[in-house]
């Protein structure tokens, strides 16, 4: 795995139709800067609206994996993201002029394809990992699944399916290696069984389908009619069941191509944890609707081990907010200012810091002899970290105020003192939804946490 982030070297352009909708999707997939992660945009919808890729953006996993920021939606993003990280990238801006994305052949092999034509542009940021460190068990008893992460040096994806089908058996996939994503995965297509087929299309739910882009299994001894239907919906007239049991004559590309597809879509749908992961994903009978809610809980892991660890910051760099900067987003003057530096904003968390001097005008007061930073304060510079979060979401902060309407869960654990540096770190609890932000923050003296809380504010326009 590579230590530094990674973006594609060209601009790459696509067109086809979507296999659900049958709308036709002009995609351009452009290099993106560090930090970015993988950003869909609508160009076709009015102020180009973004979906960023993450978990916390899935709207359904009916039959494909669907997401939604705001207005703008995105449908089918399985494929595309699984090459995403099979290329390891991890930057990425996907202009689209539709709600879905190309089906072309069923599987990322097209997508694949063209990133390698591209080639990859190595930048100067270190590659984030979430990395396993415990066994983590999800299971769900009404379809069967059980999906496992365990520690591993590098990401390791086995999967196993059973339909209880004498045409597929009992299948395994395994991918010991990213690398080996292109080779091994990327050309594997979709699949369906013929009586979920028939089904679909009597819904009109397979609007952009074609009898090419899917493997069809028969379970059972098709009739004419139903033949003869299919001829009509697809407009062929060669379609046939083969030997094997599959709908028109489909040479496989591999003896278990079924299960190497949904290894596809489990790293399509692990993607959306928003972050690389170090580790061994286990899968049995997985689909879309339970990677999707593996991939939450590996998010809610991810967040606790996030809030117990100290943000690294490299200080003889400049921050992304100074003092200065600080002061036209937030209100706050000397000497109630009490936040120096942001050093990190995303689209969840904020990173500030405060410089604890003696000079500082409540030490006069505060245990002068041995002087301590009043618990209240530390809430208060947490507080303010947040209200730069907050307040960046809209276009003019400074004409808004932000207010604190409830502190719950308040711990101080050690002492702060002159010549200490907090590094506060603020996550989401929720999206913000009507001015309202809901976080937890915690604040680190020498990696050791000394505070935190969960907050929660309100912003409002200033009168």
């Known amino acids: 795995m590579s230590e530094m982030q990674q973006t594609l070297k060209n601009d790459i352009c696509f067109s086809g139709k979507g296999i659900h909708t049958g709308v036709k999707t002009n995609m351009r997939l452009l290099p993106a800067k560090e930090d970015t992660g993988i950003v869909f945009v609508r160009t076709d919808l009015e102020g180009k609206p973004i979906i960023q890729a993450d978990i916390s953006n899935l709207l359904s996993t009916n039959r494909s994996t669907c997401l939604k920021q705001g207005i703008a939606e995105i449908q089918t993003v399985e494929h595309i993201l699984a090459s995403i990280i099979g290329n390891e990238i991890d930057n990425l801006i996907i202009e689209v002029d539709n709600i879905e994305i190309p089906i072309l052949d069923g599987s990322a ?16 940021c270190k590659r984030k990992y ?3 460190k415990k066994e983590l068990k999800y299971f769900d008893k009404e379809s069967g699944t059980k999906i496992i992460a365990s520690p591993a040096k590098s990401y390791i994806v086995d999967v196993s399916i059973d339909y209880e089908s004498k045409i597929l058996g009992i299948q395994n996939a ?35 389908g074609d009898i090419n882009n899917a493997i069809v299994v028969v379970e059972k001894e098709i009739s004419e009619d139903a033949l003869l239907n299919l001829k009509i919906e697809f407009n062929k007239n060669d379609i046939s069941v083969n030997e094997q049991g599959y709908l028109n004559n489909l040479s496989l590309r591999h003896v278990n191509e079924p299960a190497r597809h949904k290894l596809l879509d489990v790293i399509g749908d692990l993607s959306l944890l928003g972050i690389r992961i170090k580790g061994k994903i286990t899968a049995y009978k997985p689909g879309h609707k339970n990677n999707t809610k593996f991939a939450k809980y590996l998010k809610e892991i991810m967040k606790e081990e996030i809030n117990k660890t100290a943000p690294k910051i490299d200080f003889t760099k400049e921050p992304l907010y100074n003092k200065e900067k600080i002061k036209s987003i937030l209100p706050h003057r000397d000497p109630f200012l009490f936040i120096d530096e942001i050093r990190e904003i995303g689209d969840d968390y904020i990173v500030g ?6 000079t500082e005008d409540y030490f006069k007061g505060h245990f002068p002899k041995e002087p301590v930073m009043p618990g209240v304060l530390q809430l208060e510079t947490m507080a303010q970290t947040g209200g730069v979060l907050i307040l960046n979401t809209v276009e003019d902060p400074q004409n808004y ?37 809901h976080m937890h923050g915690v604040g680190f003296v020498d990696g050791k946490i000394v505070a935190e809380a969960d907050l929660l504010a309100q912003i409002a326009p200033k009168k």
């Open 130 to 132: 979430f990395e396993i």
């Open 353 to 358: 810091v405060k410089f604890v001097k003696d």
């Open 109 to 124: 092999k097209e997508f694949s394809e063209k990133i390698l034509e591209s080639g990859v542009r190595i930048q100067d």
């Open 401 to 437: 105020l932000t207010f604190f309407m409830k502190i719950d869960n308040a711990k101080f654990k050690r002492k702060v003192v002159p010549g200490d540096t907090i590094i506060f770190r603020l996550s989401l609890i929720s999206p913000i939804r009507r001015g309202l932000c």
């Open 174 to 208: 395994s991918l010991s290696s990213i690398k080996d994503f292109n080779t091994e995965i990327a050309s594997s297509r979709t699949f369906c069984f013929l009586h979920e087929l028939e089904y679909l299309l009597s819904e009109k739910l397979v609007k952009g």
